[in-house]
């Protein structure tokens, strides 16, 4: 006898990346910074695009 209905099989607990709150913690500080003193360099542009992808895989 199963326990568990065939539609609401058990998931399997999703691993946490261990960058992701590295990634917060920067993502935060860029933008915090980037309010006092707005940037145009393409470096701090890419990081800031490649942590927002990153958390958005974690949030969506």
Known sequence: ??????HHRPQAPKLRD???PTALKRGLMLMYLNEMKPTKAPKKVA??????????????
Not at 1 to 6: A, E, K, L, V
Not at 47 to 60: D, H, N, T
């Open 47 to 60: 990081e800031m695009e490649k942590i927002s992808r990153l958390v958005r895989q974690f949030v969506a």
């Open 1 to 6: 006898m199963r326990t568990f209905p065939t």
């Open 18 to 20: 261990p960058i992701l």
